[in-house]
């Protein structure tokens, strides 16, 4: 099975607590991966070693074949790595649109300070097309001109989700994007999960608290704690470990 | 050995007042969060007073000392807390960081303008009688009365600090109002009576640090007390802007190390003579960047607060738009004929320089306004621009216009070089580098040959293009309006552009924006030497226009804060913004002081009043009534053609998104 995203033996201690304790992990292509463990578990530091916000102090992880240590957060994310974030960080002052507009933009690569001055800079017909598309997708259509301060905690995901999507990720590692959303809106959430990775063949991985999303996903999942993997396998697998079920689902299943 | 020890006695006491300024100082942010520039002012304040009580109007010391330090020094403090740092508690760093420039202006204009000491040639004299009455230390190493004060009185108010931080309920009240101000108050605290009085006592460390050092100085002038307080922050930097105890021992450190420096190099050397006065610079710059540990106060309850709101230009409608721009076009218009047809030569050249400056300006617009960032070096580049196009033209015989473009060339290639390591930093830090980077570039590499050191400096010769010979004042106005037209036009496309929507989205989230595959590094640089580019146009430019650089009073760090804060008080957004202040920079004292009989003083007073209104309208005085009165002219039109609200219509970045939906 050749591998899309590969974490070998990542260590990463903070002034003497180790997050993360020789974790490995792989995403072959197009698989649907989750992860799961308790609050402090390292989830979101292997995230941020992932997408490189944070440097690790031992072990390698490589992506599509290319070595990560030394490339660049914004490197990565052009490799095709895109993510979420468990607390939010979208571009206050903007609309959502502008948010995808962006996006695509940075994908394009078509950022260069001569084209602004020398072509003007009205959004071409394609990058619109592309935009509204996703719009749509996402249910986003009637947001889309809203500045984002003035959306709701479970909209907001929504568009970090539909701006990690504009890159057109190989990879999509998501961070509790369920967190804040309603029932309903979870369930649309789960639906386009879904199509993204079946129809579009987009690889992802998941953090997630709300165990029956994870079930009814992921195919395969790792589970953290205190830094440790304690176990991995078929989802079937996993929620069948005893051990999990004390570390994490507290016995109840 | 015995060179050593005379130069650690000798560097004590200037170390103690450094330490003062930097205990203060450390004081007034982990208290209220603002880094206060101001300082130097408030220094200047008391040091001035006494200066007049007691050398001019020769009242005892102790007199002049109590209502100086004790009485003056504490109610600057709360006046600038209750007038105005109190309002701006949730507003950015930035922005409290320009209101503190302002007062930094203004507080020493209205202390010289009420004092009356400006003429006057007498030397400062410290707080104990016959201060320079030597004293042998240990036989042999002679220190006078007034350093002793120096270092009695640092040592004393930092214990003493300690002691109110340490052991007393007021202290710890103290260290909570630093995290979050309204979550001190939530939990029953008067958060505001807290900040005020840390406002008096660290005020009241800054008077006293003016006081003393006053008698070092031959007289009393508020640029050596500006520099004082870089030598503070630089000291303060070294405790990471929070610890007290490194404070004051990075002060000390910093006070040896200069006499140490001054010993053991040689004599007469340019870098001997330069580098002991830049040494705070060097070393505020060198700590800014390595230091690894920067402190960041930031609120949690932060969120709470509404987004700011978004440029009055960016939710017009389409009709209002034309109308404004027809609006500027026939005031311009109106005013290019006031400066080439109805009116003097020396009506064009004022305008010429309003034009020049304007160019100037939008170099803040770019780094201000869209990078949403605060260099206190543009100054600075537009000197290197000056200075360049002076030696291209000197040296090589490049003719000016092309020596402008080497210029500008050069200030944005010096500004991406100054990015390239400053990239990581933002707000505060980047600010501070900046300003060390000004005021080393003032002390050292201005001497320099190749700079603006040759005496006597070359002129800057007029250009000639063809057969036009721009030495007429007229048609040199007509030049420079194309480069103030190309320049907008370039600042207008960029904000609207790509790479404005990139940085709008950095101000929002530096985190996503990376993660979306843009490079932050790449985006700093490109902002910083977009930005330095201009400055150094418009410096040539000006290099021209006065056809002799006159570096101090034209390019002066002090002269860039002022144009910072003199921008971002109108509009940082938009290039209108940059005109109208170039506009009040130039023809504010010509048509309004002048005719008032009021003497140069008044312009600082009144920006600093200006400064205070930014306390209300961080947006810019400009922006908010252009708000204002647009919202209203649009209201009447919609009335008219019977629409219900304007607030649907699409925003200016991107015009043809809002139909295509």
């Given at each position: 099975m050749n591998t899309l995203l590969q974490a070998v033996q990542v260590t990463k201690r903070f002034a003497g607590i180790t997050a993360l304790n020789e974790v490995s992990l792989d995403v072959a292509p197009g698989e649907f991966v989750g992860l799961i463990g308790p609050n402090g578990a390292g989830k979101t530091t292997l995230f941020n070693c992932l997408s490189g916000l944070t440097r690790f102090d031992s072990g390698s992880i490589s992506f599509d074949g290319v070595d990560l240590s030394g490339v660049a957060v914004h490197q990565r994310a052009r490799l095709g790595i895109a993510r979420t974030f468990q607390r939010m960080e979208l571009f206050t002052g903007m609309t959502v649109r502008q948010h995808l507009l962006v996006t695509d933009r940075a994908h394009s690569r078509s950022?260069?300070?001569?084209?602004?001055?020398?072509?003007?800079?009205?959004?071409?017909?394609?990058?619109?097309?592309?935009?509204?598309?996703?719009?749509?997708?996402?249910?986003?259509?009637?947001?889309?001109?809203?500045?984002?301060a003035a959306l709701s905690l479970g909209r907001g995901r929504i568009v970090e989700l539909a701006r990690a999507l504009m890159t057109q990720p190989k990879l999509l590692l998501l961070d509790e994007p369920s967190?804040?959303?309603?029932?309903?809106?979870?369930?649309?959430?789960?639906?386009?999960?879904?199509e993204v990775n079946r129809e579009r063949g987009v690889a992802i991985l998941l953090v997630e608290h709300d165990v029956e999303m994870v079930r009814s996903l992921a195919t395969r999942v790792f589970v953290l704690d205190f830094g440790t993997r304690i176990a991995s396998g078929?989802?079937?697998?996993?929620?069948g470990d005893a051990n999990v079920q004390r570390a994490y689902l507290g016995g109840v299943s | 050995m015995d060179g050593f020890i005379r130069a650690i006695i000798q560097g004590v006491p200037i170390g103690g007042v450094f330490a003062l300024v930097a205990v203060g100082f450390v004081l007034t942010y982990k208290t209220s969060g603002v880094f206060n520039l101001a300082f130097g002012g408030q220094a200047f304040a008391s040091a001035a007073l006494y200066f007049k009580l007691h050398v001019i109007e020769e009242w005892p010391q102790w007199i002049s000392l109590v209502l100086s330090v004790f009485v003056l020094a504490p109610l600057v403090g709360l006046i600038l807390e209750r007038v105005i740092f109190r309002h701006l508690r949730n507003a950015s760093d930035l922005a409290r960081l320009v209101v503190s420039i302002g007062m930094l202006v203004l507080i020493p204009a209205v202390m010289k303008e009420i004092l009356d000491i400006a003429t006057v040639v007498k030397h400062p004299v410290g707080i104990l009688p016959d201060g320079l009455h030597p004293y042998q230390l240990f036989g042999r190493y002679p220190v006078s009365r007034d350093e002793i004060s120096q270092v009695v009185f640092a040592v004393l108010a930092a214990l003493l600090l300690a002691a109110l931080f340490r052991f007393t309920a007021l202290g710890l009240q103290m260290r909570a109002v630093v995290e979050s101000a309204r979550m001190t108050e939530l939990a029953g605290i008067?958060?505001?009576?807290?900040?005020?009085?840390?406002?008096a006592l660290s005020s009241t460390f800054a008077g006293l640090a003016g006081v003393l050092i006053a008698p070092r100085y031959t007289t009393v002038n508020e640029t050596y007390f500006f520099v004082l307080v870089v030598a503070g922050i630089a000291a303060a930097a070294i405790g990471g802007l929070t610890s007290l105890p490194r404070s004051l021992g990075g002060g000390f450190a910093l006070g040896v190390t200069a006499i140490l420096l001054r010993t053991y190099l040689p004599q007469d050397s340019i870098i001997a003579n330069q580098i002991q006065p830049a040494l705070p610079f060097i070393v505020l710059f060198c700590v800014v960047l390595f230091w690894k540990d920067r402190a960041t106060v930031s609120d949690p309850l932060a969120t709470v607060d509404p987004p700011p709101p978004s440029s009055a230009s960016d939710d017009r409608g389409a009709l209002l738009t034309w109308g404004t721009r027809g609006f500027w076009s026939v005031v311009l218009g109106l005013m290019a004929m006031h400066a080439l047809v109805w009116g003097n030569e020396f009506r064009t050249t004022l305008y010429t320089q309003a034009v020049i400056y304007a160019i100037i300006f939008m170099s803040v617009t770019v780094f201000t306004g869209i990078a949403g960032e605060i260099s206190l070096c543009q100054s600075s580049f537009a000197a290197i621009g000056a200075f360049a196009t002076m030696q291209f033209a000197d040296r090589f015989g490049v003719s000016v216009i092309g020596g402008a473009f080497i210029g500008a060339m050069i200030a944005a290639l010096v500004g991406a070089a100054l990015a390239l390591p400053l990239m990581r930093l933002g707000g505060i830090w980047l600010a501070l580098a900046t300003l060390a980077f000004a005021l080393l570039f003032e002390s050292v590499i201005v001497n320099f040959d190749w700079v603006g050191g040759l005496v006597p400096l070359p002129k800057v010769p007029r250009p000639l293009l063809g057969t036009i010979d721009f030495e007429n004042e007229r048609t040199f106005f007509v030049l420079c309006v194309v480069a103030l037209l190309l320049v907008a036009f370039v600042v207008v496309r960029v904000r609207n552009g790509t790479t404005g929507l990139f940085l709008t989205a950095m101000r929002g989230s530096e985190t996503a924006i990376a993660s979306i595959g843009v490079s932050r590094a790449r985006l700093r640089v490109t902002a910083f030497a977009l930005s330095a580019g201009i400055a150094g146009l418009g410096g040539g430019l000006l290099g021209m226009y006065s056809s002799t650089i006159s570096y101090s009073s034209d390019f002066g760090p002090f002269i860039g804060l002022f144009w910072l804060v003199l921008v971002v008080n109108l509009s940082t957004r938009t290039v209108e913004g940059a005109m109208q202040a170039a506009a009040g920079f130039v023809l504010f004292p010509e048509y309004i002081l002048k005719p008032l009989d009021l003497g140069g003083a008044y312009q600082y007073i009144f920006f600093g009043i200006g400064a205070i209104t930014f306390a209300r309208h961080p947006e810019g005085i400009l922006e908010f009534q252009k708000r204002r009165s647009m919202n209203s002219i649009?209201?009447?039109?919609?009335?008219?053609?019977?629409?219900?609200?304007?607030?649907?219509?699409?925003?200016?970045?991107?015009?043809?998104?809002?139909?295509t939906s």
């Open positions: 950022g260069a300070m001569w084209k602004d001055i020398l072509t003007g800079s009205k959004a071409r017909r394609d990058e619109l097309q592309r935009v509204d598309e996703l719009l749509d997708f996402l249910d986003l259509g009637a947001d889309a001109d809203r500045d984002v967190s804040g959303l309603d029932i309903s809106e979870t369930e649309v959430v789960i639906e386009r999960l879904h078929t989802t079937a697998e996993v929620f | 008067r958060s505001d009576r807290i900040t005020a009085f840390s406002w649009q209201r009447r039109i919609d009335r008219r053609s019977g629409r219900s609200s304007s607030s649907e219509m699409p925003s200016v970045d991107t015009p043809t998104m809002g139909t």
